[in-house]
């Protein structure tokens, strides 16, 4: 089999990664996650594959991660971001898609797990409000998330 790799890559100056996230939103919440792994949530998603479309990353990692079938509407978002400590540092595009999951089996309890592989993913829905309180990246989606763009836009987030 021939398996694709992740895109992804390290050099002297840091750690590049291209990634996918699901913007879900459903009665006034979004979508998000964290795992036990990192400290903050996130969005559903993760890294593009070499010689992947990024509309087909994201439905894999939705399928992978909340074992459902979802549908893209449209891309929302380009964010470059450059991020890290002194000692490893990340620069990561990453394409925020508006994600329809309303014909899945998406659970909608306010907060439910999913077990991918050997990581138990903790999902929980937040109010746009909810979510500005939350130790949550990227951070430019606090505020952007109530008016979503008409045109794919590009955000610059630099720490």
Not at 53 to 80: F, G, H, M, T, Y
Not at 108 to 126: A, D, G, M, Y
Request: hydrophobic fraction near 40%.
């Amino acid at each position: 089999m021939n398996e694709k790799t992740d895109i992804t890559f390290k050099t002297d100056r840091g750690i590049f990664n291209y990634r996918v996230a699901a913007v879900i939103i459903s009665s006034g919440k979004i979508l998000i996650m964290k795992d036990d792994e990192v400290p903050h949530y996130y969005l559903p998603g993760g890294r593009v594959k070499m010689q992947e479309r990024a509309e087909d990353a994201i439905l894999r990692e939705l399928k992978e991660e909340l074992k459902i079938d979802a549908n893209v509407i449209r891309p929302l978002w380009l964010d470059q971001n450059f991020f890290g400590t002194e000692s490893s540092r990340f620069h990561e595009l990453c394409i925020y898609f508006l994600t329809d999951v309303a014909h899945s089996n998406i659970c909608r309890e306010q907060r439910f797990t999913v077990q991918e592989n050997s990581t138990l993913h903790i999902f929980e829905w937040k109010s746009f409000n909810e979510l500005k309180n939350e130790n949550f990246y990227p951070t430019f989606l606090k505020e952007k998330i109530e008016v979503l763009p008409e045109h794919f836009m590009l955000v610059t987030e630099k720490e």
